[in-house]
């Protein structure tokens, strides 16, 4: 009874609780250790890091919103705008958060747009449905999903996995590990040294700078979206691509038309041919160059 007691204790002093037309200001400790929850159907979250072990909790709650909840459980702090089951009538909260930049942060929301600057935690993870994310940040473990908002990525990560429907994604920065899928959003890339990539397409534009280490494996899978895919003149690959019925276009190696049918190949080894590099499309173009 005495440790039930305790447990209840705990959880009520640590909820705050915002009404609808209240201004938001709320403060709570918040260390490197701290993962930061932040969920907000619509309007805007805005994300920013500094070196105070608290974390501060400004903006507007907006109208025919039940309430905003704060809430710390364990090593976590959550922060969600409660609204009723019917959202109709529901204006747009601004949520304007400052966070130790070591800490960890998850962000969702359905039509926030999301802004999130100068964090280089362990782990950063926002999923939106139609609105924008804008992230700059350094972090280790690294997710952004929409469904049809853009993904704007400025940063560095080790691992890193983006998802889109529709939305248009634009990265630069990333290195080690990365895996982007997407149906009909075009992504352009510009990395730095990764060791593992995977690119997939169903009809969205790829446009990839990539660079490889030596052990690297990457492959880039198009349905009928285009492939222009940029390597540096120095790096060490073997290259193996087909298109079924798109077109093949590359200052390395030669290409090959089948002797009946519209499929198309290439194969090149640059270097010592140390990193692997596989690419396929239907009908999509695609272009390879060492620049």
């Known amino acids: 009874m005495r440790i039930q007691m305790t447990g209840l204790l705990s959880a009520l002093v640590l909820t705050a609780a915002v009404q609808a037309g209240e201004p938001i200001d709320v ?25 105070r072990d608290e974390a ?5 709650l907006g109208a025919g919103s039940r309430d905003l909840v704060v809430e710390e459980r364990g090593n976590q702090l959550v922060i969600e705008v409660e609204i009723p089951r019917n959202s109709r009538g529901v204006e747009e909260t601004i949520l304007d958060l400052q966070m130790p930049r070591k800490a ?9 747009r999301v802004d999130v600057i100068g964090l ?77 990539a995977r690119f997939e397409s169903v009809s969205g534009d790829l446009e990839l700078y990539v660079d490889l280490s030596e052990t690297a ?39 090959r038309s089948a002797k009946h049918g519209p499929h198309k190949s290439l194969e090149f080894v640059a270097g010592a041919g140390e990193a692997r590099i596989r690419i396929e499309s239907f009908s999509g173009d695609l272009r390879i160059r060492s620049d």
């Open 27 to 51: 403060t709570r400790a918040a260390n490197a250790d701290t993962l930061v929850v932040v969920k907000n159907v619509k309007g805007e979250i805005r994300v920013s890091g500094w070196d």
């Open 56 to 60: 501060v909790l400004s903006g507007e």
């Open 104 to 112: 960890s942060l998850e962000v969702g929301s359905i039509s926030a």
């Open 120 to 196: 280089a935690g362990e782990r950063l993870k926002v999923s939106s449905v139609s609105g924008d994310v804008d992230v700059e940040a350094d972090t280790q473990l690294l997710e952004l999903g929409t469904v049809s908002g853009d993904i704007d990525f400025t940063g560095s990560a080790q691992r890193t996995k983006f998802s889109s429907v529709s939305g248009d994604i634009d990265t630069s920065g990333l290195t080690g590990e990365v895996e982007v899928t997407t149906v009909s959003g075009e992504v352009y890339l510009k990395s730095g040294v990764l060791s593992d």
């Open 217 to 255: 494996s990457m492959t880039i899978e198009s349905l009928s979206g285009d492939v222009d895919l940029h390597l540096p003149e120095s790096l060490s690959a073997r290259c193996e691509a087909e298109s079924f019925s798109g077109s093949i276009k590359s200052n390395r190696g030669e290409v």
